[in-house]
């Protein structure tokens, strides 16, 4: 995986048909997804429970672009290998998921990985200030996790934080929760380059109909495109 910071639309197969995920994430790719992003969820750091690393094995195959995988779970450590054998690309821990998120990222890394690290609505930015040359990636929570389909919070002033912390660091800021046409571009405006989005890229599309898919990718990536023209 090459950096740049081109704008990326990284669907979230969460709301994808469950029963057809290949099928799926075919669709997506081929509608222009750039990253496919999968919640993994414990159903006790977050209260919802998803998918284990039999099941993002079985969805590997048919990823062509890049397995972004984002981990809800606590702890974390114990699941790093698991991860990488079933092909995640990115691999992003949460800050709050366990005191010693040093050493998850040096052991995601180790193991092949991209590291990410994820903040929740109500960790500051600065508290990833001794982390950014252990990471690739800082995932922005902009709904508090566990459920998709919630209301977008403002964080833009974490954002831009963020952006300014990293300077010419390698490292990408991508947004989770409530990513839609309307608000891509005040997050891009502010520093973000990978868009996580749900709902609004599987809404009005099916397998046997997926246009729909290419028709919201293209809404949001156009609407985050236009902020940074604007800039």
């Known amino acids: ?17 469950f029963a057809n995920f290949g099928a799926e994430i075919q669709a997506i790719e081929a509608q222009g997804a750039d990253w496919v992003h999968v919640d993994v969820m414990d159903g006790h750091f977050v209260p919802n429970l998803t998918f284990g690393p039999p099941a993002l094995k079985a969805f590997r195959p048919h990823v062509k672009t890049v397995m972004d995988v984002h981990l809800m779970i606590a702890p974390v450590d114990p699941y790093i290998d698991a991860y990488a054998e079933a092909g ?12 010693h998120i040093h050493r998850t990222l040096q052991a995601i890394r180790g193991a092949g990985m991209k590291a990410g690290v994820a903040l929740n609505p109500g960790t500051p930015a600065d508290a990833v200030a001794h982390l950014l040359d252990l990471t690739d990636l800082i995932c922005v ?7 998709g389909g919630q ?29 839609d ?7 891009v405006a502010a520093g973000a380059d990978v868009l996580v989005a749900g709902s609004a890229v ?8 997926p246009a729909p898919y290419g028709t919201n990718i293209r809404a949001i990536r156009d609407a985050a495109q236009g902020a940074l023209q604007a800039a």
Do not use: C, W, Y
């Not at 046409?181 to 997050?187: E, G, K, L």
């Open 1 to 17: 995986m090459s950096f740049d910071r081109t704008i990326k639309i990284a669907p979230s197969i969460l709301s994808a048909d």
């Open 88 to 99: 995640a690309d990115i691999l992003t821990a949460h800050l709050e998921a366990g005191p």
């Open 141 to 147: 929570m902009t709904v508090n996790p566990g459920f």
């Open 151 to 179: 209301k977008f919070l403002d964080m833009t002033a974490k954002i831009a934080r963020l952006r300014a912390m990293i300077g010419d660091r390698p490292v990408h800021i991508e947004i989770d929760g409530g990513v």
């Open 181 to 187: 046409p309307n608000t891509a571009p005040q997050v």
């Open 202 to 209: 599987f809404r009005g599309g099916s397998v046997s109909d």
